[in-house]
């Protein structure tokens, strides 16, 4: 079984169009992440979820839209896609202990493509 | 073979060789650090950790080195193997958030 789990693995569309990646992960995790990695493979956050509540949200554009209908899910929406979105979109999941965050574990990626 | 991180991205070495990949991190607040090894089209996979209290820590044919004074940390990867070619990130995670933070990625080819 995949623990962190992201569909669609690759996605092509066009400038000005809307779409979502979705992720799970069977880990029993409490917190979930959105990591983007751009074509010099520099990973950065976006997004952070602890429990279906935001915890933290980077300097994104407000296209983004993070969603979270409850732990095991984290999905990300983009609204009005342009050609500065293409990228590899990583989620991840981490374990709450001892007052920080262990145990990351990353999702296969989503390369987005806006054409 | 070695390489220096932000100044070198890139590091080949021939199999069988010992690899050292370095990285310099950012913030002296950072009490735990991973290493992370990404191969092509995969997500980052978990390597080794090791936590600010800590000098030196060894998994299977890799060690891990932090020195707090110069804020550095290396990958020693033993007898480095083709599978073993990537890109390696090392990352750290600031006590306040768990947010974990990336360095830049360096990729390590090597050449049978």
């Known amino acids: 079984d995949t623990a962190v789990s992201q569909t669609p693995k690759y996605l092509v569309t066009q400038m000005g169009n809307d779409k979502s990646i979705k992720c799970e992960q069977n880990l029993g995790h409490d917190t979930m992440y959105w990591y983007k990695q751009d074509s010099k493979k520099f990973l950065k956050i976006m997004f952070s979820?602890?429990?279906?509540?935001?915890?933290i949200n980077e300097t994104v554009p407000n296209r983004f839209s993070p969603k979270s209908p409850d732990k095991a899910h984290l999905n990300l929406h983009i609204n009005s896609l342009e050609l500065g979105d293409s990228a590899v979109y990583f989620c991840a999941s981490s374990q709450e202990w001892a007052g920080g965050n262990y145990g990351y574990t990353f999702g296969s990626g989503t390369r987005l493509t806006v054409v | 073979g070695e390489s220096v991180g932000l100044h070198l991205p890139t590091l080949s070495v021939q199999e069988g060789d010992n690899s050292i990949i370095n990285c310099a991190y950012s913030n002296s607040a950072s009490d735990y650090f991973i290493w992370y090894k990404q191969e092509s089209g995969k997500g980052p996979q978990f390597i080794i950790d090791?936590?600010?209290?800590?000098d030196k820590r060894q998994g299977q044919r890799v060690t891990v080195l932090l020195n707090k004074t110069v804020k550095h940390l290396s990958l020693q990867i033993a007898a480095t193997q083709p599978g073993d070619s990537a890109v390696y990130f090392c990352a750290e995670i600031r006590n306040q958030g768990g947010k974990l933070i990336f360095g830049q990625g360096t990729e390590l080819s090597v050449k049978p």
């Open positions: 090791i936590r600010s209290n800590m």
């Open positions: 979820y602890n429990n279906k509540e935001l915890i």
